[in-house]
Each structure stands twice: as C-alpha cells, then as structure tokens.
C-alpha cells in the first residue's frame, strides 16, 4: 500500500520585514543578511496570530477536500505551544467542525516534531486501511531584537493530509534516525525567546546530516544520483545550502547542477518566510513542488532536524499529477498581499506579541476576509475567530 502526502496547506502572517531594511537598522552589511544568512524577508506574526490560528488556516485551505468520515487522527507539531497541558489541535477541531470521534494530541522534539507526525500518521494509515491523518506544524520563532538570532526568525504553518494512494508524494519505507541529547538550542518554560548556542548549533546540524545521509543511501542502496532535489531543515537558507554542499559532494556537473537549482527552488518561501521551525522543512518540500518541474516518480529526499537533537533522513517519489493538488496561485497572493513594517512597526509589533495575556481581553485583526485570528481570551482561555 502507497501512504503519503494528499495535501499541503499554508499560511504565514500578513505582515514582513525586509532584511536590507533590518540589516541598516542594525548597522550590518546587508549581503551578510541577504547572502550570508540567505535570507531576503522575515515574516512577523502580531498578537492575533499564534501557533493555534496559524494552523487553522493552513488546514482550513483544503479542508473542504477532506472526507471527514474517514478521518482518525490529527496530530499538532509546536515549540511555541499556548498551554502547557491542553492540546492546540482541541482548537483547530472545534474551529475547524472536524468530528469528535478523532484522536487528537500535541507532540514536542524541537523542528523534527512534524516529521514525528508524519511517521507516526504514515503508521496510522498503515494499521488503518482508508483511514487518514491530517498533520500540523505551527510556530513563531523568536530570539529577540537584536540578537545574532533576529534575522533567522519568521512565523508560519504546514498542514498536511496523510493517507493512502496519496495525490502528492508516496513515502518509500525506511529512514535513518540519529539523537543525541545536547544544548543547541532550547527555550525553558519562563522564557519566551529560544537560548541558542547558534554556531555550535549550525555545527550539530551539518553532523547529523552526515550520520544520516550517508547511511541512508547505504541502506537503501541509493546514490545521490537517484534523487530528483533534496529538501532540508532550513532555519535559514545558508543552513540548508551547507549541509546541500555535502551531498553533492565529488558528484559529477550534471547532477551538481540538477540539485543545486532543486535546492533554491525548495529554498523559495523560505527566503520569504524565515524559520517556521516544526513546518520549515515541509515548506521547502512544497516550495520545490510548486517552484519547480518534478516529474512522476521522482525521488525527493527530506532532511528533517530538530535542536535538542534529533534528525532524520528519508524519502518519497512524486505521484502523477501532483500539480494539479497544488495552490500556487493562493500562495503567491499570500505573499505578495504582506504589508511591509519598517523596522519601527516591527519592533513594535513584536513586543505587543510578546506580551503574557491578562485574563480577559479583545483583539481586533487587519487580516484578510477568511483568515483566522486570536480574538483575545476570556478567563484565561484563548478565543478564535473567523474573519
Ligand atoms: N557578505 C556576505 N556574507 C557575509 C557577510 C557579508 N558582508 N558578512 C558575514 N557573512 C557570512 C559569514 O561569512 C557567515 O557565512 P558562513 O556561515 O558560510 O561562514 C554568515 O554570513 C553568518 O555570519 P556569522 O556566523 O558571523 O553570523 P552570526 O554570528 O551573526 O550568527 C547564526 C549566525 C549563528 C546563524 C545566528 O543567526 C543564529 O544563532 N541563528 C539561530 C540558530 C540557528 O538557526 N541555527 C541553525 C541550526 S539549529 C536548527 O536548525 C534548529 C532551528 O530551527 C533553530
């Protein structure tokens, strides 16, 4: 039985910082942003979308296209989780009109969380013949104004059908993992910003790309060849450029060259976006869909790395008429429609959203018609509204 992915949802906020802008606000070199990070804007999220509104309306985009009697699980991916007990997919559920009879949790291991959904999903509709799982990576990274980490932030949100007989790419068995507890980058329950230690945490990546790459491809019995585009991890597009330069290593001009465009094709949202930590990966996967030319049966493989650390290597081969699942249009509008802070706005913007709620308050959203928004909270509890 074929099991993989049937459908791609995606939002991000609608507002951006451009990072020549940042970069002359701090009194850096632009290229060091542009090229040396790689990345060009960095999407803010204001105090009216958090992980859980985000989620919504990346799934709200096919929702209309889910058969909800065969529905079984849905999972939500987050390191900037809004409660530490109850589950952000309780919200998307009710939000949503999904049916109560699903199982529904919340899982944590840093930017890997989602790639644990998707296996523990691909699992699912294994033991569960015509059954589906809709899977959810959501999150806002922050590191704060002016620190070294500020221009790798962004904010964000993938969702995902996973069933079988998928319309988009059929995941091929195996994968190899590899963990190892260390202090890369982590965020304690009285902070609202990650601590990151960010050159030895670029270090640990490219490490683990090597323990399992290479034994990827042995296990399997792969070359590099065989692979149509790589997606990867990317907290920036310098990150996952680096850990590309490995693969391709001693490969020969043509197939150098087929994967480097792949990679700044599937690098595409990213470089508009910034990190969306949990959903980072599968927003290359879907940039690459939608930005490149993939043919039916390619194989594309997918690097998923999650600080802490744990990391993954596996792939799938892009099914017969993919594209015609893909909303590419919506997406660039998303982008394109984005009002543009100045580095003001922004700062602004982002310490109103740092801010812990008081028990009761209202939010009013300039977000588009349709979109969902956090509309404040009363008694504590978090309040979602449809605009
Ligand atoms: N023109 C072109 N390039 C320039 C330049 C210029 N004028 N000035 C500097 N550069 C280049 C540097 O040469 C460097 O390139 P290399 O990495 O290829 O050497 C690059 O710009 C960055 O320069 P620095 O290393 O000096 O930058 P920095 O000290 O300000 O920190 C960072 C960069 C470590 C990525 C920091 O932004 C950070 O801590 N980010 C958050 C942590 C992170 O994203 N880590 C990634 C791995 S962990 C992970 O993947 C999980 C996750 O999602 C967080």
Redesign the pocket.
Known sequence: MEIGIDQIGFFTPNKFVDMVDLAHARGE?P??FL???GQDRMAVADQTQDAVSMGINATAEYLDQVDLDHLGLLIFATESGIDQSKSASLFVKEALGLPAKIRTFEIKE??FALTASLQVARDYVRAHPHHSAMIIGSDI?R?GLST??E??QGAGAISMLIKEDPAIIALEDGHTSYSENIN??WRPNNFQT?L?D??Y??DV?LDFFRHTFAPYLEEKGLEVKDFAGICY?L??T??GF?AHSIAIEGQDDAVKQRLSDNFQLSAKYSREVG?I?TA?LYMSVLSLLEKGNLQPGDRVGFFS???GAMAEFFSGKIVEGYERRLRPAMHKRMLQERIRLGVGQYEETFTEAMQTLPENVEFTSDANRGTWYLAGQKGYVRQYRQK
């Open positions: 070199d290229n060091k090229i040396g990070i840093a930017c990274a590191y070294p980490g221009v790798t890369d980058f990650a990151v960010g050159h945490s670029r990546y991890h907290p920036y310098k990150m680096k990190n930590y980072s790395y999650g600080s």
